[in-house]
Antibody, heavy 117, light 110 residues
Framework: QVQLVESGGGVVQPGGSLRLSCAAS????????MHWVRQAPGKGLEWVAYIGYDGAHKFYADSVRGRFTISRDNSKNTLYLQMISLRAEDTAVYYC??????????WGQGTLVTVSS | QSALTQPASVSGSPGQSITISCTGS?????????VSWYQQRPGKAPKLMIY???NRPSGVSNRFSGSKSGNTASLTISGLQAEDEADYYCNSYTDSVGWVFGGGTKVTVL
């Protein structure tokens, strides 16, 4: 069965950096695009970034472009999100999701990032 | 990137049908059939309910259906049940930079 397990969340000061990881299993990782989606406390879903199956194509939300970098290591079946210059408004649960037919068909349980001094 | 527009809340009695709208523009909902819908229960990760406007993933009840007209997509839940009470989000591919979600709709079963 498909499993997506995020890790790397925590508390970081404004201006700080953090790298999230997502370990994937149960499907052919190198054949699927992947997304990061976040949800601020008590708020709705916000799409963050997408990476194509081979890492060649990447897209970012305006709110994170230039600060966040999505990447993947197909040899390790792992997705990453490098986040720098973090702001209070980046506080959220970050979900790793698998792309299928332009939608997110499987989601991880999420990892909480808190940006606070 | 502007979020797609959804009503904040929709309610209905058990057995009734309800429809949630999702309004975008010709750059997203109206321009592509890449519209999906997600159900999220409190404290849980979202679950895909509809993809490509009207397709149901395996295991999703046929009480859930999707459609699109112009720049507006819709999710209809027929035969409303207590277990359908949740937040629902629409999502669309957009030609600006990627994907965009709606603001979410809270469904209440009266």
């Amino acid at each position: 069965q498909v499993q997506l397990v995020e890790s790397g969340g925590g508390v970081v000061q404004p201006g700080g950096s953090l790298r999230l990881s997502c370990a994937a299993s149960g499907f052919t990782f190198n054949s699927n695009g992947m997304h990061w989606v976040r949800q601020a406390p008590g708020k709705g879903l916000e799409w963050v970034a997408y990476i194509g199956y081979d890492g060649a194509h990447k897209f970012y939300a305006d709110s994170v472009r230039g600060r966040f970098t999505i990447s993947r290591d197909n040899s390790k079946n792992t997705l990453y999100l490098q986040m720098i210059s973090l702001r209070a408004e980046d506080t959220a649960v970050y979900y790793c999701t698998k792309d299928s037919a332009w939608s997110c068909d499987y989601w991880g349980q999420g990892t909480l990032v808190t940006v606070s001094s | 990137q502007s979020a797609l527009t959804q009503p904040a809340s929709v309610s209905g009695s058990p057995g009734q049908s309800i429809t949630i709208s999702c309004t975008g523009s010709s750059s997203d909902v109206g321009g592509y059939n890449h519209v999906s819908w997600y159900q999220q229960r409190p404290g849980k990760a979202p679950k895909l309910m509809i993809y490509e406007v009207s397709n149901r993933p395996s295991g999703v009840s046929n009480r859930f259906s999707g459609s699109k007209s112009g720049n507006t997509a819709s999710l209809t839940i027929s035969g409303l049940q207590a277990e359908d009470e949740a937040d629902y989000y629409c999502n669309s591919y957009t030609d600006s930079v990627g994907w965009v979600f709606g603001g979410g709709t809270k469904v209440t079963v009266l």
